[in-house]
């Protein structure tokens, strides 16, 4: 699998459709099993949420590009801003998840051990990730579901037949929405 970092302004996006007021902001949703931690995507939280997404790109991107340790420090600082652009429809929008799942939590798997118990790789590559990295996870791809559903019921018949998943993948407004979405600001991104 080839995965790439995922563009800050990429980040910036998804941030800002969750916390679009006209698709019901503020987005929530829960991050625990049992569902008792409710999280809350607002100005405020924002940085946080972003710094958190990149961060579970770099540990996939570390681990899947160079076997790095999933505590290695962060090789880029998310600043948060608004994007530069806000013309992004719904079905733009849920492709861009698409995007950033495909780059930062598919690999998963190959890197999640479920049963070690304590925070430390069992690889000595540091293939392996502890609990923290496994929470940090679990809680991008709840708040990305949360966006998902949020996003797909903006969608002007969604619900009905012929939408599903697997319909909007088909349509042409699908295939002609941007796979990755970059910024053009100069530093945007404080990469190696």
């Given at each position: 699998?080839?995965?790439?970092?995922?563009?800050?302004?990429?980040?910036?996006?998804?941030?800002?459709?969750?916390?679009?007021?006209?698709?019901?902001?503020?987005?929530?949703?829960?991050?625990?099993?049992?569902?008792?931690?409710?999280?809350?995507?607002?100005?405020?939280?924002?940085?946080?949420?972003?710094?958190?997404?990149?961060?579970?790109?770099?540990?996939?991107?570390?681990?899947?590009?160079?076997?790095?340790?999933?505590r290695a420090p962060l090789r880029s600082t998310y600043l948060h801003a608004e994007p530069e652009s806000t013309a992004w429809t719904p079905v733009e929008l849920?492709?861009?998840?698409?995007?950033?799942?495909?780059?930062?939590?598919?690999?998963?798997?190959?890197?999640?051990?479920?049963?070690?118990?304590?925070?430390?790789?069992?690889?000595?590559?540091?293939?392996?990730?502890?609990?923290?990295?496994?929470?940090?996870?679990?809680?991008?791809?709840?708040?990305?579901?949360?966006?998902?559903?949020?996003?797909?019921?903006?969608?002007?018949?969604?619900?009905?037949?012929?939408?599903?998943?697997?319909?909007?993948?088909?349509?042409?407004?699908?295939?002609?929405?941007?796979?990755?979405?970059?910024?053009?600001?100069?530093?945007?991104?404080?990469?190696?």
């Open positions: 699998m080839s995965v790439r970092l995922v563009d800050h302004e990429h980040i910036r996006v998804l941030l800002w459709a969750g916390m679009r007021a006209d698709l019901g902001a503020p987005l929530t949703w829960r991050a625990d099993r049992d569902g008792r931690v409710r999280h809350e995507l607002t100005p405020e939280t924002a940085p946080v949420i972003g710094a958190k997404l990149v961060r579970v790109n770099e540990l996939v991107w570390n681990a899947v590009s160079r076997g790095m340790d999933p849920i492709r861009s998840i698409d995007f950033y799942e495909y780059q930062s939590l598919d690999a998963l798997d190959d890197f999640i051990d479920e049963d070690d118990e304590d925070d430390e790789g069992d690889d000595a590559d540091g293939s392996t990730w502890g609990p923290a990295e496994r929470a940090l996870a679990i809680e991008a791809k709840l708040f990305l579901l949360a966006l998902h559903r949020r996003l797909t019921a903006s969608i002007p018949g969604w619900g009905t037949p012929p939408w599903t998943d697997d319909h909007l993948f088909t349509t042409e407004v699908w295939k002609a929405a941007p796979w990755g979405i970059e910024g053009t600001r100069a530093g945007a991104d404080s990469r190696d």
